[in-house]
T-cell receptor, first 110, second 113 residues
Framework: DAKTTQPPSMDCAEGRAANLPCNHS???????VYWYRQIHSQGPQYIIH???NNETNEMASLIITEDRKSSTLILPHATLRDTAVYYC???????????FGKGTMLLVSP | NAGVTQTPKFRVLKTGQSMTLLCAQD?????MYWYRQDPGMGLRLIHY???????AKGEVPDGYNVSRLKKQNFLLGLESAAPSQTSVYFC????????????FGQGTRLTVV
């Protein structure tokens, strides 16, 4: 699996967009980018994933650069409940294991 | 549809005691995982299973054993608990095919004194 690099922490004002970057410069052509988040003391929660096209769902948008070496998770209108650790992971489809790094701690403030 | 259920949610053990953590999923998923998470750290994979009757070691398997006798259950055993095994344990499952996401349980907080 490709190594991913994320900033350790970010701040965002409530109601503003939160843009969380992830670098995956060694990603291979068949590796997907997955995002999970973990709200304090809870189990991780799936957010979104993508291969090369931008993706959007009810929780977030995922923007992947054309060269696929980096991506950005966008929470369009952050709320206090979005305060969590966000993990970016690159894996092949049909992966058997999922390896978590340290992620980005997003703090949404009033 | 309960998803992934972990039992128990909390437990305090004395050093040297044994216990089994149960993970149950009702989504007919082939893959199941056990992770541990220590304060301020990410999740580390202990063991995983790609199907009934199969298990494999993850990143930190020492001191743990697992069994997957039924597809819906994945058991994590501690034969002789040590204080270093104080942690929060998370179970997860996912389907084998495609790019399906993993579903996690709510965790078991284990303290070994």
């Amino acid at each position: 699996d490709a190594k991913t690099t994320q900033p350790p922490s970010m701040d965002c004002a409530e109601g503003r967009a939160a843009n969380l970057p992830c670098n995956h410069s060694t990603i291979s052509g068949n590796e997907y980018v997955y995002w999970y988040r973990q709200i304090h003391s809870q189990g991780p929660q799936y957010i979104i994933h993508g291969l090369k096209n931008n993706e959007t769902n009810e929780m977030a948008s995922l923007i992947i650069t054309e060269d696929r070496k980096s991506s950005t998770l966008i929470l369009p209108h952050a709320t206090l409940r979005d305060t969590a650790v966000y993990y970016c992971i690159a894996v092949n489809s049909g992966y058997s294991t999922l390896t978590f790094g340290k992620g980005t701690m997003l703090l949404v403030s009033p | 549809n309960a998803g992934v259920t972990q039992t128990p949610k909390f437990r305090v053990l004395k050093t040297g005691q044994s216990m089994t953590l149960l993970c149950a999923q009702d989504m007919n998923h082939e893959y199941m995982y056990w992770y541990r998470q220590d304060p301020g750290m990410g999740l580390r994979l202990i063991h995983y299973s790609v199907g009934e009757g199969t298990t494999a070691k993850g990143e930190v398997p020492d001191g743990y054993n697992v069994s997957r006798l039924k597809k819906q259950n994945f058991l994590l055993g501690l034969e002789s608990a040590a204080p270093s095994q104080t942690s929060v344990y998370f179970c997860a499952s996912r389907p084998m095919t495609g790019v399906g996401e993993a579903f996690f349980g709510q965790g078991t907080r284990l303290t070994v004194v």
